[in-house]
């Protein structure tokens, strides 16, 4: 049994990552904003203001699911729509991952999993904030697989349009929905299982040769045109 730490646990991927773990067997600690009742236990805090809990022992994994859609053209950003942005998903990983790294030092293989976006690699309009900030994680990630290896693994996946509460408003309609999903080569949007079950993947022992990359589950936007 792995102790895996999901951050953003209460809904979306982070979820149905710790749904996943859960029924695996193994002893999943949820930290999110929002109350959920399906982790082994649970930390209700923000990670970008809250002080972060001690945990005793080794934390064999960790994901960081918090991030935000903020699509704006570049003249309705504002500076702080930027550092907001770079917050969430920069910072608060940083935050965690300086916090909990000495637990992740005592475990045999640990694993940590963030998230970027498809819009890092693909140009793609209005995605000016959000885009920078997964760029700076992408980056992140990176760096810490070399600094950390061979003791702790890291990788990133960058997901094109999930279906999570998180999006619900670019899928609110049905011409939305088959919109979104006509854009992508499989003719769909993805879901949330789909990429937990990749992070899954990613935290056990059959990935213990992946680390430092950033890995496309985007129904084929980012790489195939058709």
């Not at 005592?106 to 959000?130: C, D, I, R």
Request: proline share 4%; charged share 15%; net charge neutral.
């Amino acid at each position: 049994m792995k102790t895996i730490l999901v951050v953003g646990c209460s809904q979306g991927i982070g979820r149905a990552v710790a749904v996943q773990q859960m029924n695996a067997g193994n002893n999943v600690l949820g930290i999110s904003r929002g109350e959920t009742d399906v982790v082994s236990h649970h930390f209700a805090l923000d990670v970008l203001s809250d002080v972060l809990p001690a945990i005793d022992g080794p934390i064999d994994g960790i994901v960081y699911c918090p991030g935000s859609i903020n699509l704006k053209p570049l003249r309705g950003l504002k500076a702080d729509d930027f550092r907001r942005d770079f917050e969430i998903n920069v910072m608060g990983a940083v935050r965690v991952l300086q916090h909990f790294f000495p637990n992740l030092q005592k475990s045999a293989g640990a694993s940590v999993v963030l998230f970027s976006t498809v819009a890092v690699q693909t140009g793609m309009p209005y995605h000016a904030s959000v885009a920078a900030a997964k760029g700076a994680v992408e980056g992140l990630a990176r760096s810490l697989a070399a600094e950390w290896a061979p003791k702790v693994r890291v990788n990133c996946i960058a997901p094109s349009l999930t279906d999570t509460p998180l999006a619900a408003r670019l899928l609110d309609t049905d011409v939305k929905r088959q919109s979104a999903a006509d854009r992508h080569p499989l003719k769909q949007v993805g879901n949330a299982a789909d990429i937990a079950a990749m992070v899954s993947f990613l935290l056990g022992d059959n990935a213990a040769f992946i680390t430092g990359q950033v890995l496309h589950l985007d129904g084929g936007i980012s790489s195939v045109k058709i």
